[in-house]
């Protein structure tokens, strides 16, 4: 029994509870100013990978919210910002916002936890 707990620690011990740091986008408006909101888009996230030049990520929350004026109908809500064209917003271009789109998202792995999963 004791044995079980000490393991049990361990693999505790490496397990790691992460946060959901990342950021969202959403570009409202009506079909037809689509093309309006794909230069809307593509302009914040040239605006964003400037703004956020530098900066840790744990800074992207700030740093949406202080450029919220450069929108004239946006506000942010639950890690998205969200900026509305126009009524009726029945078309919406949504994303993660990254600095780099080329970043991968890599798994932290623990051979002791692989070892316990697998029944062994």
Not at 39 to 53: N, P, R
Request: hydrophobic content about 35%; overall charge negative; proline content about 1%.
């Amino acid at each position: 029994m004791k044995k079980l707990v000490i393991c049990v620690l361990i693999l505790c011990s490496f397990i790691t509870i992460q946060a959901d740091d990342r950021y969202y986008f959403e570009i409202r408006g009506s079909q037809e100013n689509v093309d309006k909101l794909y230069t809307i888009k593509k302009e914040f996230l040239q605006d964003f990978k400037e703004w956020a030049k530098g900066m840790d990520k744990e800074d992207y929350e700030e740093i949406l919210k202080d450029h919220l004026l450069d929108y004239e109908s946006a506000y942010y809500q639950d890690h998205t910002l969200i900026i509305v064209v126009d009524s009726p917003s029945n078309k919406v271009l949504k994303g993660e916002i990254k600095t780099n789109y080329c970043e991968e998202n890599v798994k932290v792995k623990s051979l002791l936890f692989e070892w316990f999963s697998k029944g062994h």
